[in-house]
């Protein structure tokens, strides 16, 4: 297996979407090639750190302003 | 897929099925449940989105008023959740047109880029490497990063990646193909790893 077909399994691969078979394949190409592992590894922290991080919070008091005036409007029939 | 995920759902209904039912029955209450249930996701998508916080709280009104609007068009067979995405990604895609008055704003044209298709940096990350930046320092590091993707990329990682949403969801939502939804993926994680790697890499000389 070469890195380009690495690579074209990537995300089949970080989502858990492949056979036993292909496993193995990547599993013994990710053995002898630094490049690829560290690209596996890295991109999967990425996806990681912005799942586990916040980018964008809704505050508290916002969120409460916003949500009554969805309601409000709500029982009026909008 | 689709069909034994569809098949499972009619075995065990889901939660949000039953509050439907009572926002058509006519309790405004149970509306008040999903709202709270999902404000938080509508919000971060259209800020993802458009950008702009001014923006992301009219969507986020406005994607619950019309999903209360036009409850009696919701069918069954799709979540309630992921039908009220694709309200809340229409409408953010129209504010960041308005905003961005001739300027292209698309989700269905393919992005020509190759940045990020073949990774170029290859140096390990420091582990842990979000350790070595303060929590507002960081948010800003990741808000800067994904704001510099393409709008088409950004899209598809936030659902399917922050948000979770499956595939085929992502490209039904978006009115995207599968393949089209799986290329954009890939070149997203790519490119956003690209980016972090300034920041995230294996200092020299520090200690493993
Ligand atoms: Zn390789």
Redesign the pocket.
């Known amino acids: 297996m070469?890195?380009t077909e690495?690579l074209a399994l990537l995300d089949d691969l970080i989502d858990d979407s492949v056979t036993p078979e292909t496993r193995a394949e990547l599993q013994q190409?990710?053995r002898g090639?630094d490049?690829?592992e560290v690209t596996l590894s890295t991109t999967r922290k990425t996806i990681e750190i912005y799942r586990s991080h916040e980018i964008y919070d809704l505050p508290a008091d916002l969120r409460e302003r916003l949500h009554a005036a969805i309601m409000a409007r709500c029982k009026k029939g909008c | 897929m689709a069909t034994i995920q569809s098949i499972a759902g009619e075995l065990e209904p889901h939660p949000d099925v039953a509050l439907v039912e009572r926002v058509r029955g006519g309790d405004v209450s149970a509306y008040d449940e999903l709202v709270r249930k999902y404000d938080r996701q509508i919000f971060r998508i259209a800020q993802h989105i458009t950008q702009n916080r001014e923006d992301a709280e009219d969507v986020m009104q406005d994607a619950f008023l019309k999903a209360y609007e036009k409850l009696d068009q919701f069918q069954g067979n799709s979540k309630f959740y992921t039908w009220l995405v694709r309200i809340a990604v229409n409408e953010s895609l129209m504010r960041l047109r308005k905003r961005r008055t001739g300027k292209m704003v698309s989700i269905d044209e393919d992005i020509e880029t190759e940045e990020g298709s073949v990774p170029r940096d290859l140096a390990d990350w420091a582990p842990d490497p979000e350790q070595n930046y303060g929590q507002a320092e960081l948010a800003e590091i990741l808000r800067k990063t994904i704001q510099g993707l393409p709008p088409g990329f950004r899209i598809v990682f936030v659902l399917r990646d922050v948000e979770g949403l499956s595939t085929e969801e992502t490209a039904e939502t978006l009115g995207l193909s599968i393949p089209a939804v799986k290329s954009r993926l890939l070149r997203a994680r790519l490119q956003l790893r690209e980016r972090l790697s300034r920041y995230f890499r294996r200092k020299k000389g520090a200690k493993k």
């Open positions: 070469t890195c690495f190409h990710l090639c490049h690829c």
